[in-house]
Nanobody, 125 residues
Framework: VQLQASGGGLVQPGDSLRLSCAAS????????MAWFRRAPGKEREFVAA????????SYADSVKGRFTISRDNAKKTLYLQMNNLKPDDTAGYFC???????????????????WGQGTQVTVSS
């Protein structure tokens, strides 16, 4: 399984970006996919996830109402639409996937076995 994240960039506060994560290999629509991020000097943290083929989603409180996670199973691609970006959203964003995690593990980065390389998002005026 390989994950390739893209779509990051330098934007101003209030702008929008859409991140993409293209998956290849054995992964499929039944796998859970997620976004995490790591800001400079901070631990990697959960951002959003979409659980298996149910379509059930979960968001960190800090992004709820501004970010939307979605997936295109035919393209094996995960998206993160980020609106009303804030300087605190500045981070490297990583996509991850897991075949077997259960719902209670959704926000646990240790439950994900496959990771993309990350794409940088910088929000600054």
């Amino acid at each position: 399984v390989q994950l390739q994240a893209s779509g990051g960039g330098l934007v101003q506060p209030g702008d929008s970006l859409r991140l993409s994560c293209a998956a290849s290999g054995r992964t499929g629509s039944s796998w859970t996919m997620a976004w995490f991020r790591r800001a400079p000097g901070k631990e990697r943290e959960f951002v959003a996830a979409i659980f298996r083929s149910s379509g059930s989603t979960s968001y960190a409180d800090s992004v709820k109402g501004r970010f939307t996670i979605s997936r295109d199973n035919a393209k094996k691609t995960l998206y993160l639409q980020m609106n009303n970006l804030k300087p605190d959203d500045t981070a490297g964003y990583f996509c991850a996937t897991s075949e077997r995690l259960i719902y209670s593990e959704l926000r646990n980065q240790n439950a994900y076995g496959y990771w993309g390389q990350g794409t940088q998002v910088t929000v600054s005026s």
